[in-house]
């Protein structure tokens, strides 16, 4: 196996989020390079683009902190309802971050005629649910500690990320 002279200098820090599109553009360009992140930001990047970044490797996320032990986006809704609970007419909170998959994930509730309105913010989507804003959202859960100070509970798993270094693989 080769070792790799890498140096501090050599090694740059982003968000999660910005680190596809960093690649992708340091690739583009013919930088070799690689990145870290979590496959929920990857994931969503390719649903969003016409990326041909591959996923390298894998790196199973366990933390025991963490209810799934990973970052899961979830459904959330108000802890003392059900799905059925709700009118025919939902509206639901999606962090901007997670706009893809979440859409991906709302196609088969549209095919089974529910009324959706998606309604986009840039984080804290767990508050729109409480503030009535929203009937449900659609964000990442760690620990669960915004779910208890929001009164909202989990009512499906969207996706579950691990992390993953990706490149273009060449």
């Given at each position: 196996m080769e070792k790799l002279n890498i140096s501090k200098k050599d090694i740059l820090l982003f968000?999660?989020?910005?680190?596809?599109k960093l690649v992708d553009k340091f690739t583009q360009e013919?930088?070799?390079?690689i990145?870290?992140?979590?496959n929920d930001l990857f994931t969503e990047y390719c649903l969003r683009t016409s990326s041909k970044l591959k996923v390298l490797k894998k790196i199973e996320w366990n933390n025991e902190a963490y209810l799934f032990k990973k970052?899961?986006?979830?459904?959330?809704?108000?802890?003392?309802?059900?799905l059925n609970d709700l009118s025919k007419r939902?509206?639901?909170?999606?962090?901007?971050?997670?706009?893809?998959?979440?859409?991906?994930?709302?196609?088969?509730?549209?095919?089974?005629g529910q009324k959706i309105q998606c309604r986009y913010f840039?984080?804290?989507?767990?508050?729109?649910?409480?503030?009535?804003?929203?009937?449900?959202?659609?964000?990442?859960?760690?620990?669960?500690s915004s779910l208890q100070k929001n009164g909202l509970q989990i009512y499906d798993?969207?996706?579950?990320?691990?992390?993953?270094?990706?490149?273009?693989?060449?």
């Open positions: 968000r999660g989020e910005d680190i596809p013919g930088t070799n390079v990145g870290i992140t979590g970052p899961t986006l979830c459904l959330l809704g108000p802890e003392n309802k059900t939902i509206r639901i909170g999606i962090n901007r971050k997670y706009t893809c998959i979440s859409e991906e994930y709302l196609k088969q509730w549209k095919k089974e840039s984080g804290e989507t767990e508050q729109t649910v409480k503030q009535g804003l929203t009937d449900l959202c659609i964000e990442i859960v760690c620990t669960g798993k969207v996706f579950e990320s691990d992390l993953v270094i990706v490149g273009d693989g060449k």
